[in-house]
């Protein structure tokens, strides 16, 4: 296909002989400090999927460029490591004022790759800025301990040093917000780092295109089409507007050459970071929904299931430290005294917000009691969102990422159906005036869904609502526990006795008492249990400084040394 020829797959792993290197629209790796074009041939086109317009094209980086910015992350180490923690800070400190003033830049580059409201961009921008404030105050977050005269004339203390190389590996769903998750802790820390953005919204987090000084002659040609194609859309906006993206911002904020290094691709980019000598840990966040022992049999496996426990068993192997955020399948029980009409909003919002592509969308709702008087009222909320394209002010809810993305959330809401589940609201054929082409799934809800239905065994990553109905609290709370999945989980009620209860027996990272999303702010970590996460130490908070810096135990002697040799255990007396 030519440049605008449309092409991207949920687990692609053929590339897409879709442009050339030098094309005005490639997305560039970032490599020691220069926005870099990669030579490979392949690359993979990123769509707007309200529109179906060719946003830029990812390239396929290649073996040789991945080892430079590996090379470029370990050569800038020693000198950024011994930077003093209080420079290190200020780089922050100036990130967090510069991704402030570009907000509404970086909202429409993910609204325009990834489809969300521009409302719920900036939100995902913002919950990363909140973890770049954290990051300002590393040196009281890396502090070691002292203890004095631990045996007699003898002290110890531990420092916490940084790793080293550091790599992260992106989702689709929170362009900015996950990337900030990894970023500043890691390098604030003193590690360097490199990152594998989405391929399916690689923009915000590095270069938009090439810089116009940048273009051959040969690609003023396509970039001209390119304008005159988007002219009546909004993209063309961000070629001209969007070059300061988060990767600029820090380098502007005074990170020096080689301490971010980017780059783009899919399974081999990602499996050479796992692979990779120089790499110390890794931080994933992304899908899972595989058995890991076939993983283990097999690594080529993977790609039809998904990344998650491939990555962590892959780097574990090969003796790095990995954290894997993963799929989720998040409950909210509704007890009979919960406040109808906060609890309703809570619902509506949490499931359809994003079009249900949030890890922490509450997608699976268990009424303890009678649940049709609900039902009804949520199919009148439901149907009152607007779904339009996430650049209309009024959308309540964007189109979900890809057509394979939508063609699987119609499936399993299909085989609800033929499982007996009952449709309440569909909104599968819904058609958005002005945007055809776009990946839309209006508010769809079943309810009578039972735990072994495939659309409640699977994580959907759409805008639907899955009801089921319990007897008990004790009821609902086996069912959330039975559940694969352990990111999230909310109740709500007015008893207080009953959210102690909850909050003690569920299994879950993320607890909500009436709160639908409970995203913990930096200060806490973002945790998930059993199929949600790998690995024993979380992002940000506390696990997320341990993670990216390990211990030095020193033990200090400052006396007059006796005389004598003594070859017994030395013990503290
Ligand atoms: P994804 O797993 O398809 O992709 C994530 C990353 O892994 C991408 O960078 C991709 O290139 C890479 N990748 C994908 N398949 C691979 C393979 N077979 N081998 C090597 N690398 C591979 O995930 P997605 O669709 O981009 O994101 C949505 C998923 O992420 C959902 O399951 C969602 O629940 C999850 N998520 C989880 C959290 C959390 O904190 N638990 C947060 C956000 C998203």
């Known amino acids: 296909p030519g440049i605008f020829g449309a092409v991207n797959s949920r687990f692609s792993t053929v590339a897409q002989q879709s442009s050339r290197p030098g094309s005005s629209l490639r997305v560039p790796n970032l490599i020691g400090g220069r926005f870099v074009d990669s030579h490979s041939s392949d690359a993979i086109d990123v769509i707007n999927p309200a529109t179906q317009e060719v946003v830029s094209q990812v390239p396929l980086t290649t073996k040789q460029e991945f080892k430079s910015a590996v090379s ?28 402030r003033k570009n907000m509404d830049k970086l909202a429409l580059s993910i609204t325009t790759e990834q489809g969300k409201t521009l409302k719920d961009a900036q939100g995902d921008v913002f919950r990363g800025l909140e973890v770049v404030e954290h990051a300002c105050g590393m040196a009281t977050l890396q502090m070691g301990e002292y203890v004095s005269n631990v045996s007699n004339g003898i002290d110890t203390y531990s420092i ?19 990337p900030l998750w990894m970023i500043p802790v890691a390098v604030t820390c003193g590690n360097t780092f490199v990152l594998k953005p989405s391929e399916k919204d690689p923009v915000v987090i590095s270069l938009h295109l090439r810089n116009m000084h940048c ?72 899908s899972n929904t595989v058995s890991p022992p076939l993983l283990y049999i097999d690594y080529s496996f993977c790609f039809i299931f998904g990344a998650g426990m491939h990555i962590y068993s892959r780097a574990s192997a090969s003796g790095k430290r990995v954290q894997s955020n993963m799929g989720a399948k998040n409950h909210g029980v509704v007890m009979p005294d919960a406040n109808i009409d906060a609890t309703l909003n809570a619902l509506v919002a949490a499931g359809f917000g994003a079009a249900g592509q ?36 009024e959308a309540d809810l964007g189109p979900v990422i890809s057509k394979q993305a939508k063609e699987r959330v119609c499936r399993l809401v299909q085989s609800g159906v033929e499982s007996g ?94 709160v639908p999303i409970p995203v913990p702010l930096p200060f806490f970590s973002f945790t998930g249990s059993k199929a949600s996460f790998a690995g024993d130490l979380n992002f940000y908070g506390k696990a997320g400084v341990q993670f990216y810096t390990q211990i030095k135990t020193v033990t200090q002697q400052w006396k007059d040394l006796p005389g004598g040799v003594s070859l017994a255990m030395p013990t503290s007396q």
């Open 72 to 99: 470029a992350a370990k050569e800038a180490f020693p000198s950024w490591r011994n930077t003093p923690i209080t420079t290190r800070q200020r780089v922050m400190l100036k990130l967090q004022e510069l991704i």
């Open 160 to 178: 916490r040093e940084p790793l080293g190389v550091c790599a992260g590996i992106c989702p689709f769903n929170f362009p900015a917000m996950i």
């Open 215 to 286: 273009l051959d002659a040969c690609a003023i040609i396509p970039l001209a089409i390119y304008l005159f194609f988007c002219v009546s859309h909004l993209s063309f906006l961000l070629f001209l507007g969007a070059s300061m993206i988060l990767a600029e911002l820090a380098m502007e904020a005074g990170l020096p050459d080689g301490v971010l290094n980017i780059v783009h691709g899919t399974n081999d980019t990602v499996n050479a970071i796992c692979d990779d000598e120089d790499i110390r840990a890794v931080s994933f966040v992304g």
């Open 358 to 393: 949030r890890c922490m969308a509450l997608s699976t709702v268990v009424f303890v009691g009678d649940s049709k008087f609900w039902e009804e009222k949520i199919v009148e909320r439901a149907k009152a969102l607007k779904v339009s394209a996430g650049t209309d002010p």
């Open 421 to 514: 589940a009952r449709l309440l609201l569909d909104g599968r054929n819904i058609k958005v005036p002005g945007y055809e082409q776009g990946n839309f799934v209006g508010p769809t809800i079943l309810a009578d869904v039972t735990a072994d239905m495939e659309c409640y065994k699977e994580e959907i990553f759409g805008p639907v609502l899955i009801c089921m109905q319990a007897n008990s609290l004790d009821e609902a709370i086996n069912i959330v526990n039975r559940n694969k999945y352990g990111n999230g989980a909310a109740i709500f009620t007015s008893s207080g006795i009953v959210a102690r209860k909850f909050q003690t027996e569920i299994e879950a990272g993320q607890v909500g008492i009436n």
